[in-house]
């Protein structure tokens, strides 16, 4: 008998707007039934129309939040998101070496919605050799993947061949998400050891985006956490986020890209 939820761990920056970040991952481990726990790796001044400042924690007390928690309450699944410099992607490295966690999830957080660059330009090959061959699953919108394989990513059509490219570069697997494709219809294409599934979905017209990828990768952790296959928690994580872009499309909060709805399916 099971007798704790669902544990999974945000390894990832603030946002003090509540949108995105260490905020989004814990509104959706909440709704999706598990326990949400972080590890802080900066915090950042930000609201819906862009980020002020960006503070990062000295990498030793990001390791001592990580220790902390595994060591007391344990982890089953892992999600990270914004590493801002090469030290602390060295320290989730012997982190997850150190205390052998499984179920990790990266969603390499690059520039936040708003345009707004959040990493240093030498933390992105130290994401690559430290981090890619470490997680089941990387998750980059487009422009973060295309500036991993070298190239600009515009078409459905090149979604597997850059998939393949991540691949050759490390990653175990790896989820390419379409929003921000051009048309009506939009294509996201998970590739790992077993294959290749794509989902084809239709836009959903709302100015509510920030904190879409932050989400996604959280529901994907909890999904793995519950012990879903890769393939199966990425759909139920792509059902999460698309509900809970359409709950909030008539939200107006901020002036900028306005958060989800995250709280949808408590309200069943």
């Known amino acids: 008998m099971t007798l704790h939820p669902p544990r999974v761990l945000s390894i990832a ?17 909440a709704a999706l039934g598990c326990y949400g726990m972080t590890a802080i790796t900066a915090i950042t001044a930000q609201n819906t129309q862009g980020v002020r400042a960006i503070q990062g924690l000295p990498p030793a007390l990001l ?34 070496d150190r205390h052998r966690l499984q179920r990790v999830v990266l969603d390499p957080v690059m520039v936040a919605t708003s345009g707004d ?6 933390t992105v090959a130290v994401l690559v050799a430290e981090l890619f061959p470490r997680v089941a699953v990387i998750t980059p919108n487009l422009d973060e993947a295309g500036w991993f394989v070298g190239h600009a ?25 379409g929003g921000h494709l051009s048309g009506p219809v939009l294509t996201d294409l998970l590739l790992d050891d077993a294959g290749v599934a794509r989902w084809d979905g239709d836009r959903i017209d709302t100015p509510n985006t920030h904190g879409t990828g932050c989400t996604l990768s959280s529901a994907i952790a909890c999904g793995l956490a519950r012990g879903l296959a890769l393939v199966d928690a990425v759909a139920q994580a792509r059902d999460y986020v698309r509900a809970a872009l359409q709950a909030s499309a008539q939200w107006r909060l901020g002036r900028g890209h306005g958060p989800l709805d995250h709280g949808w399916a408590q309200r069943g």
């Open 13 to 29: 920056g603030s946002d003090s707007g509540g949108g995105a970040g260490i905020q989004a991952d814990l509104k959706t481990m």
């Open 63 to 96: 390791e001592q939040q990580i220790d902390a928690v595994v060591e007391d309450i344990g982890v089953d699944a892992v999600k990270i998101g914004m590493l801002h410099d090469p030290d602390v992607v060295r320290t989730v490295a012997r982190a997850i």
């Open 117 to 122: 660059r959040l990493i240093a330009q030498e």
């Open 153 to 177: 990513i515009t078409t459905a059509d090149a979604l597997e061949g850059s998939a393949r490219a991540l691949r050759a570069l490390g990653a175990r697997g790896v989820l390419l998400k």
